[in-house]
T-cell receptor, first 115, second 115 residues
Framework: KQEVTQIPAALSVPEGENLVLNCSFTDSAIYNLQWFRQDPGKGLTSLLLIQSSQREQTSGRLNASLDKSSGRSTLYIAASQPGDSATYLC??????????????FGRGTQLTVWP | DVKVTQSSRYLVKRTGEKVFLECVQD?????MFWYRQDPGLGLRLIYFSYDVKMKEKGDIPEGYSVSREKKERFSLILESASTNQTSMYLC??????????????FGEGSWLTVV
């Protein structure tokens, strides 16, 4: 069964720092990987989607990379701001068998950016 | 913009009641999902629907059932609510896994309290 792990579980940084969130997965048979943001008490907002054939995706200050063969993805946040404070989750989408299309989530990294 | 709408944001129900949680998406997505989210346990998949009238059990289907009679609507049913079903419920939808633009979108969540 696919297992998704996110490290660290929590991170607290001062404003302006560049930071890296890590995601690893045990089964490389994925169709894509998606990073989400969740604010307290709210649903998940999609940040970036990387197809399995891609190496990275960028959106503004966010850059996500994918190394499918080693089962790793990183989310890089440049020049962090207090508004970036949230929980960040990664999810992989299965590409085969009875689990085709199913999403597997990590537990998330809770980020706090203080002024 | 894609919209996934969960009809009830906050509900309080009594033990033993039958509870319906409704989710509607407006983007003709084939796949729809129901998750519950609890502190320390992350997101856990309850049911997954590939397409209309199709469903697959997730990791924690016990005590729940689902209905997908129309493509845009995926309903989660708690046959006889119990206090251990107090949780936040999240609905999500997306295109079939090998489609272009297969980002997964989430609703805002439904907070259910069973007393």
């Amino acid at each position: 069964k696919q297992e998704v792990t996110q490290i660290p579980a929590a991170l607290s940084v001062p404003e302006g720092e560049n930071l890296v969130l890590n995601c690893s997965f045990t089964d490389s048979a994925i169709y894509n990987l998606q990073w989400f943001r969740q604010d307290p008490g709210k649903g998940l907002t999609s940040l970036l989607l990387i197809q399995s054939s891609q190496r990275e995706q960028t959106s503004g200050r966010l850059n996500a990379s994918l190394d499918k063969s080693s089962g790793r993805s990183t989310l890089y946040i440049a020049a962090s701001q207090p508004g970036d404070s949230a929980t960040y989750l990664c999810a992989v989408r299965a590409d085969r068998g009875s689990t085709l299309g199913r999403l597997y989530f990590g537990r998330g990294t809770q980020l706090t950016v203080w002024p | 913009d894609v919209k996934v709408t969960q009809s009830s944001r906050y509900l309080v129900k009594r033990t033993g009641e039958k509870v319906f949680l409704e989710c509607v998406q407006d983007m003709d997505h084939e796949n729809m999902f129901w998750y519950r989210q609890d502190p320390g346990l992350g997101l856990r998949l309850i049911y997954f629907s590939y397409d209309v009238k199709m469903k697959e059990k997730g990791d924690i289907p016990e005590g729940y059932s689902v209905s997908r009679e129309k493509k845009e609507r995926f309903s989660l049913i708690l046959e006889s609510a119990s206090t251990n079903q107090t949780s936040m419920y999240l609905c999500a939808s997306g295109k079939y896994v090998d489609s272009l633009g297969n980002t997964i979108y989430f609703g805002e969540g439904s907070w259910l309290t069973v007393v």
